[in-house]
């Protein structure tokens, strides 16, 4: 049993790593990061943004990032952000389907300045449309039911608990691959200790 157990372990390990592996980590804005009079519009325009995918604020210490409402952010409104966030470094990570909203809340850098950046993302393997990712089901997940954590963790119990092949098609909080391949892993340990 100490053989297995140890084994099990090793496949847990190996697919903390797969899982990680095919995230995107996407810095907003690209090299331009999060400064005044980027058309982020422009930026976000062709990528599609899957659960999983981390997005990174990079900026100068006297801007910051706010995530606010769907209202605020159309009115450039910093007063009642849902999140505030300064340094210089913040990120984000896409856990759930749907729409994020971000803006820089000193005074008029959103309104004047253009520092207003929304991220639609949707499940993983969701195919985008034409127009990019658009068409994400809004609010087809709990929001953030559980904390970003140890994905790989999930991916292992999850690939654990059944044949990697039958992975939803609408898994939100993993990487389907990752976990195919997580559960691959498992399946050669759990033969080479049998
Ligand atoms: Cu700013």
Not at 125 to 150: K, M, N, R, V
Not at 179 to 186: E, N, Q, R, T
């Amino acid at each position: 049993m100490k053989a297995s157990s140890g084994a099990l372990l090793a496949a847990v390990a190996f697919a903390a790593v797969a899982a990680t592996a095919v995230a995107t980590t996407y810095t907003v804005g690209g090299t331009d990061k999060w400064d005044t009079y980027i058309d982020y519009d422009k930026w976000t325009a062709g990528k599609t943004f899957m659960v999983g995918d981390t997005i990174e604020f990079k900026y100068m210490p006297y801007h910051n990032v706010l995530e606010v409402t769907e209202e605020d952010y159309a009115a450039c409104n910093p007063g009642s952000p849902i999140s505030t966030h300064s340094g210089g470094d913040t990120t984000f990570n896409l856990t759930a389907a749907g729409t994020r909203y971000f803006i820089c809340g000193i005074p008029r850098h959103c309104l004047n300045g253009t520092m207003h950046v929304k991220i639609t993302t949707i499940p993983y393997g969701a195919a985008a449309g034409p127009g990019g990712p658009a068409q994400a089901p809004l609010g087809s997940t709990p929001a953030d039911a559980f904390a970003p954590g140890p994905a790989g963790y999930r991916v292992a119990m999850d690939a654990a608990g059944k044949s990697p092949v039958a992975a939803p098609s609408d898994a939100p909080r993993y990487r389907q691959p990752a976990a195919a391949v997580a559960g691959l892993a498992l399946a050669a340990l759990v033969a080479l200790v049998a």
